[in-house]
């Protein structure tokens, strides 16, 4: 068994193989002048572990091509399975994206691994996938630290709790209203937060809306600092800048997303699922 590491996911990947002590395959990866991309693996193995979240349109066509590539058994490791948020027909005439997306990977592999997939909904779209929380793993990171956890949102209160009793700290939402893909207005609510420190803990940060909407709101109600945490950083676009300039103090995410912010490793706990599938 080799493992294959797509362009989205290589400290990830590498992680992943030295935990399974299973070598990484060599593929060529390679992009025509006309912007069509090319796959070639190098392996003789009749199973393969392959590891790669969906961040980019590019990462869907590249997995599609390893797909073909890959000779016998998949199990396909994709921390961050992008597409997720459009998980029903919210105008009519949508495309529901995760679906197609499910359907494009389950008629290829044996078994799909993802980290936190946005939604049961989503969920729902697959037979073949385990999904794996990383909050357990949020919470131990702030474990001793003084700070109350905060979810931007009712819908991920659920998952903010599953940290916050792991680091033994308070926790609480906020309601967020949701206007379009970038703007989201959180409406007023009395927190205790007046000279505390603030974790605001969301499952994506994406463009950045939604937290930069809560932190206004935590420190108009007398917040001392605010620092957020999240499963999958995304970070699009300047999401980055605004984030500090709305007085975030810092960032810290997994490495479902590759970033500079990828302070808690998901490796571990991806192994462990993928060990009591294939070995
Ligand atoms: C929404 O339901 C998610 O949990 C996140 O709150 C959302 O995806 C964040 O997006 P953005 O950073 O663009 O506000």
Known sequence: MDLVICPSSPFLGKRISDFLGIKIANVQYKKFPDGE????????????????????AKDIVL??????????????????MGYARQDREFLKGEAVSIRAIAKMIEDRVEKVLTVNIHSNKAKEKFKKLVDLDAMPLIG??????DLVMISPDK????RVKVA????????DWLEKKRIDAQTVEIAPK???????NVLILDDIISTGGTVVEATKKLYELGAKRVETACVHAVLADFAVIKLFSSGIAEITATDTIERIFSKISVARILTEEVKKIVF
Do not use: Q, T
């Open 164 to 171: 916050a009793k792991i680091a033994n700290c308070d926790w």
């Open 140 to 145: 131990e990171n702030f474990k001793g630290r």
């Open 190 to 196: 009395n927190l205790d937060v007046e000279g505390k």
């Open 155 to 158: 819908g991920s209160a659920e």
């Open 63 to 80: 997995m599609n091509l390893l797909f073909d590539a890959l000779k016998g058994e998949i199990v396909a490791v994709i921390p961050y």
């Open 37 to 56: 991309f090319y796959v070639r693996v190098e392996s003789e193995e009749d199973k393969h572990v392959l590891v790669g979240s969906l961040i980019s």
